[in-house]
């Protein structure tokens, strides 16, 4: 297939459900209470940034995430490296990192606020524990995977433990770690707009419950399709990201 | 094996003492090496030949430290092998090079694992480069490399460290015929060069006489060391002698103590 007709068929699927909305919507057949019209949303989202403030709402989610996803990214990686190396830090941490991550994130949101409080300490803990042990178990996973004939190739050149690690596991792993860190970002931004919907002043979540109050379609559809946007645009940076860093890599 | 007649022989760089080993599976017993014993002399390059599969890989992983034996030792120049050690190099028949490292940056990595001075690192480096033949491939990822330069690289990287010895696991075995012999050719040069102690796996007759200096022929699992040859070529060798009556007739006899036990 030629690259405008992947193109073509990528985008295909975005005409029909854009096509769908306005049938149901300018035609009537749903009331615009339920389904505002494109023209209306747009608008909407347009008067959003320019008289609401709305992209200090988005920074404000983004700083959430990136907050919780750095301390989970700067305690996850390593644990995880350490856990695919070595099977005793492996028997140590798997059991209780399996138990946990089968608690859903949003169950802590009340234990959160009771701990911490609304607020940036609350949003980053929740981001947190979102992401922090299922991306544990992805880093390991990949760590554990690295191919064993470059494992023994290192051994035979003359590498201690350790240097296996830094200079083999590490390396070899690093494009699944980061394809598990670009997955795991995206659970993150979903897990804030929940946090956000619960209970924030502020942030994307906020601006969305609250024109649910008053019964602002128009304002709802457009918060959501601005998340959509940004979780393009962050997936395309973490693309873009990979294809810099690991020039080497098959795709 | 006494001290006294380790030291009447001290041309024996490695010796294997009463190797055997055992897999143990589901309780059971699997053995895959019966008690073999074999001397390598210093500069030789010693063929283990035998089937696929027989356990001649086991064999060189003892060697390298990779696994331990079940029982007897491998001693390289007197010392008893306990674990890997860059003494001992090996290159692998699976593509092996890290594919995060350019070719140069592959050649030096050992090099580079032990205190050392970047200057001689790069000249030690540019001069395998040469040697195996891979010059303007310097900058190139081992995902742009056909297996032929794959193999050269490893080949490359393993002999900068300049081990006592280097283990091959069919290193030619996953290449085209015409690579396979460009390889073959490549490893002679080199010996003649500098004469390193080789010992090198494969199932292929040809390549057991071409390359070797003597031939330990296998059986089946659990591999036993069937019969020993001593192959009467010096370190010139041309294409030429495999077509000779003597190379024929060798490969015959090979033939029949392979046959010879099935």
């Given amino acids: 297939m030629k ?4 193109r ?3 985008i295909a699927p975005f005409l029909l459900v854009l096509a769908l909305w306005c049938i149901l919507s300018y035609g009537g057949v749903v009331r615009a209470l339920f389904l505002p019209t494109p023209t209306n949303v747009i608008s909407e989202g347009f008067r959003m940034f320019a008289e609401e403030g709305f992209h200090n709402d988005i920074l404000l989610s983004l700083a959430r995430v990136f907050g919780g996803f750095l301390i989970s990214a700067a305690f996850g990686v390593p644990l995880g490296i350490l856990m695919g190396a070595s099977r005793t830090t492996d028997t140590f941490f798997a059991p209780i990192i399996g138990f ?7 169950a802590f949101i009340p234990l959160a606020i009771l701990w911490f409080g609304v607020g940036y300490v609350e949003n980053v803990v929740l981001v947190f524990m979102s992401i922090f042990f299922y991306l544990v178990l992805l880093v390991a996973d990949a760590a554990a995977n690295v191919k064993k004939p470059w494992i023994d190739t290192a051994l035979t050149l003359g590498a201690n433990r350790l240097q296996v690690v830094t200079k083999v596991v590490v390396r070899a792993a690093a494009p699944d770690v ?3 860190m670009r997955t795991m970002f995206g659970v993150g931004w979903t897990m804030i707009v929940v946090v956000e919907l619960v209970g924030a002043e502020a942030g994307i979540g906020a601006k969305i419950i609250h024109a649910q109050r008053f019964l602002q379609t128009p304002k709802i559809m457009a918060g959501i399709c601005i998340i959509g946007l940004l979780g393009v645009a962050s997936d ?3 693309r873009a990201g990979y294809r810099f860093l690991f020039p080497w890599a098959r795709n | 094996m006494s001290d006294v007649a380790e030291g009447s022989r001290n041309d024996a760089a490695l010796v294997l003492d009463e190797l055997a080993k055992c897999f143990e599976c589901d309780g059971a017993r699997l053995p895959v090496l019966e008690p073999t ?6 500069g030789e390059l010693f063929v283990m030949l035998g089937p696929s599969g027989c356990g001649k890989t086991t064999v060189l992983r003892i060697i390298a430290g990779l696994e331990p034996p079940s029982s007897g030792e491998v001693r390289l120049d007197g010392r008893r092998v306990q674990g890997p050690s860059p003494e001992r190099g090996m290159v692998f028949q699976d593509f092996t090079s890290f594919a995060w490292l350019t070719v140069s940056e592959n050649i030096a990595f050992g090099l580079r694992l032990r205190p050392h001075d970047p200057g001689e ?3 030690t480096v540019a001069d395998w480069v040469r040697k195996v033949g891979l010059d303007g491939f310097e900058s190139f990822y081992p995902r742009d490399l056909s297996g032929g330069m794959q193999q050269r690289v490893a080949i490359a990287r393993t002999l900068a460290v300049q081990p006592k010895l280097v283990l091959m696991d069919e290193p030619f075995g996953s290449l085209d015929a015409q690579a396979r012999w460009q390889m073959q050719e490549m490893l002679l040069n080199l010996r003649r060069e500098s004469p390193t102690t080789i010992v090198f796996v494969t199932h292929d007759v040809e390549e057991a006489i071409f390359l070797g200096d003597r031939i330990a022929v296998f059986s089946p699992r659990p591999a036993r060391l069937l019969r020993e040859f001593s192959v009467p070529y010096g370190v010139t060798r041309d294409r030429s002698i495999t077509r000779a009556a003597p190379f024929i007739e ?3 006899q090979i033939h029949v103590a392979m046959r010879g036990e099935v």
């Avoid at chain 1, 690259?3 to 992947?6: D, K, L, P, V």
């Avoid at chain 1, 991550?101 to 949003?106: E, G, I, K, Q």
């Avoid at chain 2, 014993?37 to 210093?42: A, G, T």
């Fill in chain 1, 178 to 180: 980061w394809n598990a």
């Fill in chain 2, 121 to 123: 690192v790069r000249q």
């Fill in chain 1, 100 to 106: 946990i991550r089968y608690m859903p994130a949003t």
């Fill in chain 1, 236 to 238: 395309l940076c973490f």
């Fill in chain 1, 3 to 6: 690259h405008g007709q992947r």
């Fill in chain 2, 250 to 252: 060798m490969e015959r």
């Fill in chain 2, 37 to 42: 014993s074999i001397r390598v002399k210093r």
């Fill in chain 1, 8 to 10: 073509a068929l990528g």
